[in-house]
């Protein structure tokens, strides 16, 4: 059975409310590089392939990881975030700014709409999500972490609960309702073990490798 680490990036300067320029260049934090290391120490054992998506604050987060396996083969996947919203009214916001917009397109409920250029529809974003499955069941390694985004990490998670066979507005409805119930944190960690047809198990979030961070920021 193949074991699989889905990590979210490391807090980065839009999860801190600064204004960033796009949804591709937003870096990690100097809190959210430390929690890139607390990553790296709690892998387990030498892996055998590290995934990141294209980025920025992925491949911030993965560095230590990479700098600690320098010989483990590294692959850019589009594992990256849902861009529901279009690449112009993205640009130099905040996440309270960008409440708006997310209010009036999910509130739309249309599997179909792209907002704009640099946007993706629902459909399109959940067919990302099950080519990703795909190929990494397809892989040859049994030890693989992947470092992605939040939605991303829970729409791999409702597709294997919900197993849609329509992605229409009551899917996606559904799926908006399990994004708002699963909360992943910044730098957590979803173990996932893929069997060879159907067969899945896999972990809560999990932080227990970030509690000494926190510790340290108390002090």
């Known amino acids: 059975m193949k074991e ?29 590089r430390l929690e890139a290391h607390r990553v790296a120490e709690a892998l387990e054992r030498e892996l055998e392939l590290i995934v990141t998506s294209p980025y920025v604050r992925t491949l911030q987060t993965a560095e230590p990881a990479l700098e600690r396996f320098p010989l483990v083969l590294h692959e850019e996947w589009p594992v990256h975030e849902y861009t529901w919203l279009a690449d112009e009214r993205r640009r130099d916001t905040t996440f309270l700014e960008r409440e708006v ?4 397109h999910f509130g739309l409920l249309d599997p179909h709409r ?25 892989r040859p390694e049994r030890y693989v972490v992947v470092f992605s985004h939040a939605a991303f990490i829970r729409a791999v998670l409702w597709t294997q609960f ?10 996606m409805q559904q799926f ?11 730098a957590s960690v979803v173990k ?4 060879a047809g159907d067969e899945l198990f896999f972990s ?8 000494a961070l926190q510790a340290d920021l108390v002090a």
Do not use: C
């Open 204 to 211: 809560p979030p999990l932080t227990a490798h970030l509690q």
């Open 192 to 195: 996932m073990h893929l069997g």
């Open 162 to 171: 919900a197993r849609p066979t329509v992605l229409d507005s009551k899917a």
């Open 114 to 138: 792209v907002d704009g250029e640099g946007a993706e529809s629902f459909v399109q974003f959940i067919g990302r999500v099950e080519g990703a499955l795909e190929r990494l069941r397809a």
């Open 101 to 104: 917009y997310a209010e009036h």
């Open 176 to 186: 908006l309702r399990f994004m708002e119930s699963l909360k992943i944190p910044n």
């Open 4 to 32: 699989v680490w889905w990590i979210r990036h490391g807090q980065s300067a839009s999860n801190a409310g600064l204004r960033t320029r796009d949804n591709r260049s937003n870096p990690l934090t100097a809190l959210g």
